[in-house]
């Protein structure tokens, strides 16, 4: 008889969409959030909505302030560059089991992540180009087959996924540079070369920080203007 799969809570439900929502765009950066809005949209009460608002605090992509609301969070450049760094750490150690462990496997989804990326950029689609992107690296992590990472990887890079969306597609951040690492990554795998793979992933997460580091300064100095 086989296992049964547990059933995930209405709470744990509605906290998995509102997140995926967040991460993709559909609720930008520093909007505020509605719990009844939310509960109609989602066809639920506010009860669920107003817990999974709570863990999502807890993963620091809502901002409650007490007597105003609840926020989609906005990062500080020191918040996104702790949140590079600990992705970065996450990314390495899972790159570097897969090649070990699972290399032809890896090899195949990053491929078809890249593959997603480079019809996005055809199109046109930053979104496309995101979904693309998100598989790319999600494979790396589960490649890795480490639950404990994984389960750690799910529950806190969210907030910088969703830095990456907001890049993409509201500030426009330019696409060749990233699919070009992407594809350098690769083929640092297909030659099993891991030490350079691994020096390959760092600095693409290192320049997805810096690009929203610019793009604070640049709004920072119009204000002032």
């Not at 693309?132 to 910088?160: M, Q, W």
């Not at 696409?175 to 992407?182: F, G, I, T």
């Amino acid at each position: 008889m086989e296992r049964l799969e547990p059933i995930p809570s209405l709470m744990e439900a509605t906290a998995d969409r509102i997140r995926s929502a967040i991460i993709l765009g559909e609720l930008p950066l520093g909007s505020k959030l509605s719990e009844q809005k939310l509960a109609d949209m989602l066809g639920v009460s506010r009860s669920p909505v107003h817990n999974a608002l709570a863990l999502l605090q807890y993963e620091g992509l809502v901002e409650v302030l007490p007597k105003v609301g609840s926020f989609v969070f906005t990062p500080s450049v020191k918040s996104a560059f702790d949140l590079c760094d600990h992705r970065a750490v996450l990314e390495s150690a899972s790159l570097q089991m897969a090649m070990e462990a699972n290399p032809n496997t890896l090899i195949d989804a990053l491929s078809k992540g890249a593959a997603s990326m480079a019809l996005a950029i055809k199109n046109n689609d930053p979104a496309a180009y995101t979904a693309g992107d998100l598989a790319f690296h999600a494979a790396i992590i589960e490649c890795g087959g480490n639950k404990s990472i994984a389960r750690a990887y799910s529950h806190t890079v969210g907030p910088l996924m969703a830095l990456r969306t907001h890049l993409f597609t509201t500030m426009n951040t330019h696409l060749d540079r990233s699919m070009e690492e992407h594809l350098d990554l690769i083929q640092a795998c297909k030659e099993g070369h891991i030490d350079h793979a691994m020096t390959v992933l760092s600095a693409h997460i290192g320049h997805l920080v810096r690009e929203y580091q610019t793009a604070s300064q640049s709004d920072a100095e119009q204000s002032r203007g």
